[in-house]
T-cell receptor, first 113, second 117 residues
Framework: AQKVTQAQTEISVVEKEDVTLDCVYETRDTTYYLFWYKQPPSGELVFLIRRNSFDEQNEISGRYSWNFQKSTSSFNFTITASQVVDSAVYFCALRTGFQKLVFGTGTRLLVSP | KAGVTQTPRYLIKTRGQQVTLSCSPISGHRSVSWYQQTPGQGLQFLFEYFSETQRNKGNFPGRFSGRQFSNSRSEMNVSTLELGDSALYLC????????????????FGPGTRLTVT
């Protein structure tokens, strides 16, 4: 069975701090895809990144970076120099084959000015 | 390209009624999925359609049904509404090259917030 765990329910930081959101996944499949989504207060889920199980390269996109480690089944997301606009709920998700996309419970990030 | 659109955005219904929600995917996307989001249960998968065929179904009662049309637009229906059906219903579409599209990211619409009284 597939499972995604986001142990951090809520994180509060002050603007310009760096913050890391943890994601741990479980699957027996060797081919799988991991995703991060952002859900701002407006409610719409915004796609951030996709990573497949064969590509362990870390990725950086502006202030965002992702650390994928198969050895620990983790796909962590770091925001550098956080901004108020980063305040949202962030979801990690996993999909294998034609199985449904499974989401974690989300981490609510609150960035204060 | 226009994003995923969902109508209506807000809906208030009474217990026992039925409701139909509509979703228009991004142009060219043939895969459409539906999710229910509640504070208690989080994001839960309802069903997925590809080329008018239901490819996957979540663990929801038969009161929840859906369909996809030839233009990839999709509808979901909930019959005999219960208070617990109050939720944000999200539709997502993804690009497909062929039927093996599981690796593509899904793009979500703004959702339909359903309140059952």
């Amino acid at each position: 069975a597939q499972k995604v765990t986001q142990a951090q329910t809520e994180i509060s930081v002050v603007e310009k701090e760096d913050v890391t959101l943890d994601c741990v996944y479980e699957t027996r499949d060797t081919t799988y895809y991991l995703f991060w989504y952002k859900q701002p207060p407006s409610g719409e889920l915004v796609f951030l990144i996709r990573r497949n199980s064969f590509d362990e390269q870390n990725e950086i996109s502006g202030r965002y970076s992702w650390n994928f480690q198969k050895s620990t089944s983790s796909f962590n997301f770091t925001i550098t120099a956080s901004q108020v606009v980063d305040s949202a709920v962030y979801f990690c998700a996993l999909r294998t084959g034609f199985q449904k996309l499974v989401f974690g419970t989300g981490t609510r990030l609150l960035v204060s000015p | 390209k226009a994003g995923v659109t969902q109508t209506p955005r807000y809906l208030i219904k009474t217990r026992g009624q039925q409701v139909t929600l509509s979703c228009s995917p991004i142009s060219g996307h043939r895969s459409v999925s539906w999710y229910q989001q509640t504070p208690g249960q989080g994001l839960q998968f309802l069903f997925e359609y590809f080329s008018e065929t239901q490819r996957n179904k979540g663990n929801f009662p038969g009161r929840f049904s859906g369909r996809q049309f030839s233009n990839s637009r999709s509808e979901m229906n909930v019959s005999t509404l219960e208070l617990g059906d109050s939720a944000l219903y999200l539709c997502a579409s993804s690009e497909t090259v062929d039927s093996r599209d599981y690796y593509y990211e899904q793009y979500f619409g703004p959702g339909t917030r359903l309140t059952v009284t």
